[in-house]
């Protein structure tokens, strides 16, 4: 089942982007969202986002999926 995998990998990695999960689960990151928001309810992962370093308003010049971290919590 891919939640157990997911809980594996970040077991192992203790944190990722949400990027980084949709390319090595090869998903849509959204898809990779609905699947995380699982183990969120559940109190076993984190979610937080890195601000953008540019300092402007976003114009879409960054891709906001690798600013979204997802860590588990031991």
Known sequence: ???SEI???L???R??????LAVHFDMDPD??????????????????EIKAGCGKTCSGC???SSLEIYEWVA
């Open 1 to 3: 089942m891919i939640l």
């Open 7 to 9: 809980k594996h990998y």
């Open 11 to 13: 077991m192992a990695h």
């Open 15 to 20: 944190r990722a982007t949400l990027s980084d």
């Open 31 to 48: 898809a990779m969202r609905g699947m995380l928001v699982q183990w969120v309810r559940k109190g076993r992962v984190i979610q937080s």
């Open 62 to 64: 960054c891709d906001h």
